[in-house]
């Protein structure tokens, strides 16, 4: 049984952020492994705090809020990892972003305290992004952050599912389907 993580960046429980995540989890389910386990970790009802640079973490493992310990905790124990968010003037939106700032928990522990792995288990990684406009820069600028925000995390970013024109175009469901098909070919010879 594999265990997901779906760091969820979108405020609309019904947009085409979570319409995109939905028919993921809904083909991961049909064709990979129903028994798997999915812990969404929705970053607007989070209310995580942000970091304030107190050095608590260069000293001591961990953080002095308590906020991210269920973010940890996932992290800690999954094997695909969702980011699933909207494009916000070409980066994440601040709760998302709130949550990817208190992961210097981790920096500092490899690089201050010497903890070679402060995520022990490695994992793939997905970037499902939706924008309301044909401009695929923002993606850009996010794909070049998660590089490097998912070092320190231990995973890989795998794959980039896009959904463009968001404004003016209803998503379409049979190309997304599509394009979810393939990512799930590929992770499956990664996870399986």
């Not at 608590?56 to 991210?68: A, E, Q, R, V």
């Not at 070049?144 to 209803?170: G, K, S, W, Y």
Request: aromatic share 8%.
């Amino acid at each position: 049984m594999k265990k997901i993580l779906v760091l969820m960046g979108s405020p609309r429980h019904d947009g085409v952020t979570a319409q995109m995540l939905h028919c993921f989890l809904a083909q991961w389910d049909a064709h990979i492994d129903q028994g798997n386990r999915v812990t969404v970790i929705d970053a607007y009802k989070t209310n995580m705090k942000p970091c304030i640079h107190c050095g608590h973490c260069k000293h001591t493992p961990g953080c002095m809020y308590d906020d991210f310990i269920p973010v940890d905790r996932g992290l800690q124990e999954a094997d695909l990892l969702i980011i699933a968010s909207p494009v916000y003037c070409l980066g994440f939106p601040a709760p998302l972003k709130a949550i990817f700032d208190r992961t210097q928990q981790y920096f500092e522990a490899k690089f201050s305290l010497g903890i070679q792995k402060p995520v022990q288990k490695h994992k793939y990684g997905l970037f499902l992004a939706a924008f309301g406009s044909s401009d695929p820069r923002g993606v850009a600028v996010m794909e070049e952050q998660l590089r490097l925000e998912f070092r320190v995390m231990n995973a890989t970013l795998e794959h980039t599912v896009i959904a463009p024109n968001t404004d003016t175009i209803p998503l379409n469901g049979e190309t997304i389907g599509a394009e979810m098909d393939r990512v799930l070919r590929d992770i499956k010879t990664k996870l399986c």
